[in-house]
């Protein structure tokens, strides 16, 4: 089959469940998933989170709506989120996602006290040593230009170690590794992390050796998490197109080896 | 001169070198000061790699451009929007959005409405170049290639509910005598291949990169290897 009408079929199965969803049952949680949510649940009121959004939009379609159903529930549980990135091309979709999730939470949420952006730097390990050292001094104004010393919550979360977890969503460097190796290990604070389908593998060693304590994984990892918050949010609604999208190249990948098998035998 | 350009970048590389491998593992203020002064220092000679890079780009494509070779639309379309978003940027210092008023700049109109779509497009369209060389690749020619595609296949498979679903109804119409044997959640497959024979893999590779890492390292800070000098081979004693 010529490459054109792959395309075009892989268009249409995907597209065809954004007009009418499906809802195809079977979704199951995976353990890492089922971590990080009990993590979340299990702080208590007021404990501080840092979500770092280490990704640009190239990779929005899988670690967005992961973001979205953490923020939800962190907001949920009334957690001090503080947010920050590490690839300056995805600042402003960052503060679009956060202040949209605060708007549309069932709490009322509100910058300055319950999430503070912090803003983007360029750089890796200067960025999440300096943060160990003082949030201020790498960090001096929130994303409104206002000095940090003059936010409430800012007043009792100095450094890293103030922190209660951190959660890095990102598929590439400066990402969760960096986030493992210059602040996880480093000031022995609570890692998760979020990633791409195609990067799971690479932070798996991590999970398994204990440095990420949960592991949200493609859009799939997001649809997991809304099913544990109970909310019907993006990824819920991605996993028809995904699925019918891996059921259409699985079908063909066995006919194109159904049809190498005939032609042989002719 | 030849303590200029050969001694002291040297000294200065060897002492920064074992300094910094010691501060890792020293708690002291000072010690953490000293940390916080380099991440400054760090991220003004990240400011300067900027500015060369970008002095590369602008030479290669202004050449380009000027010699009219192939591919000189692409260099105009380039130059064209790293000047316009310059030119964005600097009028509104940099801001997606006033922070007064929250009205969105220019540069946020373009981030949000041309960086943004074009970024997440590139990636989008991946997916459909992948689904078209598995189609061509995952191919029984042999015993490999056929294990290569079951484990894909199954990969595929086990990012999906409804897969999840039709495993689970086969699995549980098995012989109910051999279910505990069976694993019933399509998850608990996929997870065993991404963290059993993948995760050995992968674990053999980080060891590999670290060790590389490791060596590499210790040879610049030793001064053996001496990249910075700019002299090739000739760095190397």
Known sequence: ?266 | MGFLKRRLPLLLCVGTGIVFFLQYYVPHPLSQRLLSEASTWVAIVGAFAVLLGLASVLKTHVGRLASVRAGWGYSLVLLMAMAGMTVLGTSCRFQDADPVSGRVTGLGWAYTYVLSPLNATVFATLGFYVASAAVRTFRLKSLEAGLLMATALILVFGRVPLAEALWSRLTTHYDPRQAASIPHSLNSVTEWIVGVPTLAAQRGILFGVALGSLVTALKVILGLDRPYLGMGDKGKD
């Open chain 1, 1 to 266: 089959m010529g490459r054109r009408r792959i395309f075009l079929l892989l268009a249409l199965v995907m597209w065809l469940p954004m007009v009418h969803p499906f809802r195809f049952p079977g979704l199951s949680v995976t353990s890492s998933v089922q971590a990080l949510h009990d993590r979340i649940e299990n702080l208590p009121s007021g404990a501080n989170i840092l979500v770092s959004f280490d990704f640009n939009p190239g990779t929005k379609a899988e670690l967005e709506p992961q973001a979205r159903a953490i923020l939800r529930h962190a907001f949920k549980r009334r957690l001090t989120v503080l947010v920050l990135g590490l690839w300056p091309d995805g600042w402003g979709m960052t503060q679009r996602i956060v202040r949209d999730c605060a708007a549309t939470a069932k709490l009322p949420v509100k910058e300055g006290r319950d999430f503070i952006l912090l803003g983007s730097q360029l750089g890796d390990l200067n960025v999440s040593l300096g943060l160990g050292q003082d949030i201020a001094a790498v960090f001096p104004r929130d994303a409104r230009g206002i000095p940090l010393a003059d936010i409430p919550p800012l007043r009792h979360i100095r450094t890293l170690k103030d922190m209660h977890l951190i959660v890095s969503l990102g598929a590439g460097e400066p990402g969760p590794v960096t986030w493992v190796m210059f602040a996880g290990d480093r000031y022995r604070i609570p890692m998760a992390a979020g990633t791409t389908s195609g990067n799971v593998s690479a932070l798996q060693p991590y999970v398994q050796g204990g440095q990420l304590l949960g592991l949200v994984s493609g859009m799939k990892g997001a649809a997991e998490y809304e099913m544990l918050t109970k909310e019907d949010g993006s990824a819920t609604r991605g996993m028809d197109s995904l699925t019918l999208g891996a059921f259409l190249l699985i079908g063909l990948v066995l006919l194109a080896n159904v049809n190498d098998w005939r032609k042989g035998r002719s």
